[in-house]
């Protein structure tokens, strides 16, 4: 049965989701099935294309987890088209004003609270509901995160939280690092750094909106669990695989 990223967050806070940038569905698929809570596509950084991402939300979903894509930057009409395959959240980068928020809201919510286009036949037939079902309950199942992540996110944050029908923020640290230290280093665990993210998550809090962040590995996301955030981006496949290679030849080698 369908969970979606809304249901999961209900029951199990935080919820902590694998980040895929490998195309092959059977990545997304063997992340499913690995433990994480949610699995996210990334189209950003990662290799993740509208086919792809089509044949991972599905695969992800048939395993029985939410699925997340990240769009890339400025690509509104990706978002839309990433909950018409079924995913059950987006996460847009680079938000750095309330226009591009509107613009997010716009593309993920029907109305009256956005301008989303029907067409969702991927999500139905995987979701296993009537398209009337899927309508009344989209704009409350489905979920939309606003990366913050410049210094000009952060100026305009509390206009951007009070866009209607923006439901969450993502936080991410690595480029509020080169932000904040005006392209210096990137780092996500610099002490001015972890202010920001820890201001960041307050305000957002105190405007009802849940608060996402990335961890680089699980250190990090313990420190986040700590901190009360309530979705957590734990590392990226690449590293999944290279850490239990590692592992498994260390043991192997080992007299
Ligand atoms: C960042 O840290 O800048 C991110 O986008 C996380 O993936
Ligand atoms: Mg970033």
Redesign the pocket.
Known sequence: TFVSLAARLADATPALSA?ISMPDPLIAESAARAGFDAVTLDM??GLHDPVSVMRGVAAVTLAGQPTIVRVPVGDFAMASRALDMGASAVIA?MINSVADAEALVAATKYPPVGQRSWGPTRAIQLQGIDPAAYLANANQTTLAFA?I?TLAAMAALDAILEVPGLDAVFI?????SIALSNGANVD?MRIDNQDAASAIRARAHAAGKRVGI?ALNGAQARLYRALGYDFI?LGVDAAYFALGAAAMLADARRD
């Open positions: 980040w950003q950084h980068p990366m992540e991410g640290p690595s480029d509020l996500p990335f981006a």
